[in-house]
């Protein structure tokens, strides 16, 4: 396990390297229009020269790149030209904001998809199993952005239950989140529903279920100590994913009921060519989306000990 977890860090390591290489490349192709989007559009050229001078984008890129690595190692992720502050001091308030919507997904959805999964599962062919498949495959055929529009539309609009944005500081109150994670929660859950049907079906099928059933053992503890837990192996990684959706895939909610996430950064900071914030907000993707794995690869141990890594 030591050993995968130093393979793991080095993995890390090199990811985050041939992004952000990746990621200034990139960048530097829009670097002569930041003068623009700072100062605004009647500045002159020589203005425009004196800005990027003062800021240091006439020096090398590789100058730049290892410099702003040195940065970064110290906690340090530059200014953002958007918001005009430090962009650490707006990149964990936003990513913390993130993380409370991704709790109460998680919550609800994880409990609601991996129970209707082994529902329908068990009950291969039933009138149950073609039910939540089908509302899992409508609920997932629906993206969020319609979604959304639905549900403000019912209980903002017509009934005039809730709220149809996210405030903050004073103004924030926790039934503002209901939105937001029913929009989330009714995208997500009928994949996982699907994923744990299926591996729940085929679990059902194997000769060490069917022995187990007719040595007389009885079918709760068949299901809760044999089955169940080799089923939760795909199921389990397709949720650890949910992670990276729900960390930077979640624009379209954010933006819609205007709730100040990591996702709504990540945009406002692409609308405005904010280096800066763009590439500290890559850097804290690819942390999660090599951490995440990770988590995935060692609970593979858990549900199934035959998996070893070294």
């Known amino acids: 396990m030591v050993i995968f977890l130093a393979k793991r860090a080095a993995y890390m390591v090199l990811t985050m390297i041939a992004v952000s290489i990746l990621l200034i490349l990139l ?70 904001n993130t993380g409370i919507l991704a709790f109460f997904v998680f919550a609800i959805m994880v409990p609601l998809s991996l129970g209707l999964g082994i529902l329908s599962g068990m009950k291969e062919g039933s009138r149950m199993d073609r039910s939540i498949s089908f509302l899992s495959v409508v609920t997932t055929s629906v993206p969020e952005f319609a979604s959304a529009v639905l549900l403000s539309t019912i209980f903002v609009f017509a009934l005039g239950w809730l709220e149809g944005t996210v405030g903050s500081g004073s103004a924030f109150n926790w039934t503002q989140m209901i939105l937001p994670v029913s929009v989330l929660v009714l995208y997500g859950f009928g994949y996982i529903a699907r994923m744990m049907r299926a591996s729940m079906a ?53 933006f819609f009921f205007s709730y100040d996430g990591f996702g709504a950064l990540l945009l406002e900071a692409a609308q405005n060519t904010d280096i800066d914030l763009i590439q500290a907000c890559a850097m804290v993707a690819v942390v999660v989306a090599v951490g995440t794995q990770t988590i995935a690869d060692i609970g593979y141990t858990y549900l199934n000990p035959r998996i070893r890594f070294t």
């Open 202 to 254: 085929e679990v059902m099928q194997s000769p060490y279920i069917r022995t187990a059933v007719l040595k007389g053992l009885p079918y709760r503890r068949v299901i809760l100590r044999h089955a169940l837990r080799n089923a939760l192996i795909a199921p389990f990684t397709v949720i650890i994913l949910q992670i990276n959706w729900l960390l930077s895939g979640v624009i379209v909610v954010e």
């Open 27 to 96: 960048l530097e192709v829009n670097v002569g229009t930041l003068p623009t989007r700072v100062l605004g559009p009647y500045i002159t050229q020589e203005q425009a020269a004196h800005w990027l001078e003062a800021e240091g984008y006439n020096r090398p890129i590789y100058v730049r790149y290892f410099e702003w690595i040195g940065d970064m190692l110290s906690g340090d992720f530059g200014e953002s030209t958007r918001f005009r502050e430090p962009v650490s001091d707006i990149l964990w308030d936003r990513l913390g």
